[in-house]
């Protein structure tokens, strides 16, 4: 959200800041190859974020994740950023992972305890009560660390497969 404050007072349009978000997004390392042994076995993949759909959608294409929650940027008729909109919304104008998740196993049929969810940080630790397998990679802080049932520190996301599969 603090991100886009800055873009739309500084008047970026929808080009700049596409190839600004693309040069500057870094997947994590192993993260194709994880999708795709996913998808392999018949495992359904999705992506819940508070990044920008710009992002989000790219990464799914690329992956072939079929599900994703993000907070889309509207644009005026010239191009200009002019607000956000969360896929799911919380209070505080950002996704609510759990909504979006709810949303997720709803048009999957699955179970809570059907899902194994990888997440880093304190914004994740809700779900983490949720999941059948949460999974903290490269945790930011001790709250994650205490609600995952894996940690995993690595260098590539591959890691998190054992406790996947």
Request: net charge positive; aromatic share 4%.
């Given at each position: 959200v603090e991100e886009f404050k800055?873009?739309?007072s500084k008047g970026i349009?929808?080009?700049?800041?596409m190839l600004e978000l693309r040069k500057n997004m870094r997947l994590v390392e192993g993260a194709g190859n994880v999708v795709s042994q996913l998808h392999n076995l018949g495992i359904i993949t999705a992506i819940i974020s508070d990044s920008p759909n710009l992002v989000v959608d790219d990464v799914a294409?690329?992956?072939?994740i079929k599900y994703f929650a993000s907070i889309?940027?509207?644009f005026t008729k010239e191009g200009l950023a002019y607000d956000?909109?969360?896929?799911h919304p919380s209070g505080d104008q950002?996704?609510?992972k759990l909504a979006a998740l709810k949303d997720f196993i709803?048009?999957?049929n699955i179970k809570f305890s059907e899902v194994a969810f990888v997440g880093n940080d304190k914004e994740d630790v809700e779900l983490f009560k949720f999941v059948g397998r949460p999974i903290a990679f490269n945790p930011k802080d001790m709250e994650?660390?205490?609600a995952a049932q894996a940690i995993v520190n690595s260098k590539t996301l591959e890691d998190v497969l054992e406790y996947i599969l």
């Open positions: 800055a873009w739309k349009k929808l080009d700049r800041l294409k690329r992956l072939g889309r940027i509207l956000t909109v969360p896929s950002r996704v609510s709803n048009r999957e994650a660390k205490k």
